[in-house]
């Protein structure tokens, strides 16, 4: 049973739009969670992350909100730049216990030009 | 500051045999944690080590072991590879003081034939 799930596999975008990528998690203990982007044939890369006691945080051009009622947190790109083409994973952890990332099977965003 | 390098990068190995897979942590990071991403699915947890110890496990059976050393590099290794161990092996260092985003590597692609 998948804890964190990203339900869009893919997501494509003009260049200067905005981007929304959107996560949704089950276990109501996980109280951080983080993005990461992923190159082909590199590893993932942190982005942002937020504390379950905030709703917002945001880094330039990116903004992770989450609601915990609805247990769904989105990433925010704006404005989308052609770099910023990549598999997005959404990661959550309960820091109480061992403090594992629990991952999404990722969105591949392509912003076209 | 050194990033999380993993060797190697590439690695062909027959069903049956034994493989280790090795990890530099970032520095400043005591606790490293390995991660499987088979092709199309997120990094799922394998196991972390802190201080040189098992400091938690996910859903993978015995054949799949580790080692942390003192300078915080560590060893993953998996006897018996099954063709279901192809995969990218990601490592990622963090600390233990309160939650820190994980810093990964590039991953070890282990192809099993």
């Known amino acids: 049973d998948q804890q964190v799930k990203q339900n869009s596999p893919s997501l494509s975008v003009q260049e200067g739009r905005i981007s929304i990528l959107n996560c949704d998690y089950t276990?109501?203990?996980?109280?951080?969670f983080l993005w990461y982007k992923k190159y082909p044939a590199e590893g993932p890369t942190f982005l942002i992350s937020i504390s379950s006691i905030k709703d917002k945080n945001e880094d330039g051009r990116f903004t992770v909100f989450l609601n915990k009622s609805a247990k769904h947190l989105s990433l925010h790109i704006v404005p989308s730049q052609p770099g910023d083409s990549a598999v997005y994973f959404c990661a959550a952890s309960d820091r109480g216990s061992q403090g594992n990332l629990i991952f999404g099977k990722g969105t591949k965003l392509s912003v076209k030009p | 500051e050194t990033g999380v390098t993993q060797s190697p990068t590439h690695l062909i190995k027959t069903r049956g045999q034994q493989v280790t897979l090795r990890c530099s942590s970032q520095s400043g990071h005591n606790t490293v944690s390995w991660y499987q991403q088979a092709l199309g699915q997120g990094p799922q947890f394998i196991f972390q080590y802190y201080r040189e110890e098992e400091n938690g496990r996910g859903n993978f059976p015995p054949r799949f072991s580790g080692l942390q050393f003192p300078n915080y590099s560590s060893e993953l290794n998996v006897n018996a590879l099954e063709l279901d161990d192809s995969a990218l092996y990601l490592c990622a260092s963090s600390t233990r003081t309160g939650f820190t985003e994980a810093f990964f590597g590039q991953g070890t692609r282990l192809t099993v034939v």
């Open positions: 276990n109501s203990m996980f109280d951080y």
